[in-house]
């Protein structure tokens, strides 16, 4: 907005994104007139990506993971959390349980950033925590799981993020985490990606899970 205030009002203005979510069609709206938008085909999760629900509260996710991972290795998994004030909360809790975690927000230089993914890529780091920064451009093909610990409220986010998987023809693992509040916006997912993704039963040590 500080550079449009500078333009003149008589002007051709083209918006490019990747995504459209609310805080983009504002912008939209403010700085473009009468618009016409154009919108290419989207995507659908690769074929290769087996994608996989727990329907649960918010204080199950934690106990979800350490199941996972106590029948299973933690390597080459990225988690994305939707702020990144909670990306070191997160991280935390995951490296009590003795995982080997790094953290990746847009609050770390990019000299931080480039270290951080130096240091994944060279597997002395099995485990990343992320923002949605790390969703789109980044070159790794031998991710083995994506988790959604919150729902995107963006579909295409949702595609982007489980897109770090799977790639070059390889296989891969989504899970998704829902809870009562993220239900209404998973549905939305469902919808987009026209299919019913796989609902997993929440360790029956944790408690009941949400209808």
Do not use: W
């Not at 070191?88 to 990746?104: D, F, K, P, Y």
């Not at 230089?109 to 994944?120: I, N, P």
């Not at 295409?156 to 899970?175: E, L, N, P, V």
């Not at 239900?183 to 609902?199: A, D, H, L, W």
């Amino acid at each position: 907005m500080t550079i449009a205030k500078q333009l003149p009002s008589d002007r051709q203005t083209m918006l490019f994104s990747a995504t459209m979510p609310e805080e983009i069609r504002k912008l939209a709206k403010n700085i473009l007139k009468d618009p016409v938008q154009v919108t290419l085909s989207l995507a659908k999760p690769a074929d290769g990506i087996t994608q996989q629900a727990y329907i649960c509260h918010e204080a199950q996710k934690i106990g979800i993971i350490k199941d996972i991972f106590s029948k299973e290795s933690a390597e080459r998994v990225i988690l994305f959390v939707s702020k990144k004030s909670k990306v070191r909360e997160v991280a935390t809790a995951l490296r009590r349980m003795g995982l080997n975690v790094g953290e990746m927000h847009s609050d770390l230089t990019q000299g931080e950033r480039d270290e951080m993914m130096f240091l994944y890529k060279s597997r002395k780091i099995d485990l990343l925590v992320a923002t949605d920064i790390l969703a789109r451009g980044i070159d790794i093909d031998d991710i083995r799981i994506v988790i959604n610990f919150d729902v995107p409220r963006d579909c295409d986010d949702y595609i982007h993020r489980i897109g770090r998987t799977a790639r070059a023809g390889s296989k891969g693992r989504a899970i998704t985490f829902v809870s009562e509040d993220d239900q209404e916006f998973f549905g939305r997912i469902e919808e987009f990606i026209e299919q019913s993704v796989t609902k997993m039963e929440v360790p029956s040590e944790l408690g009941d899970a949400p209808a």
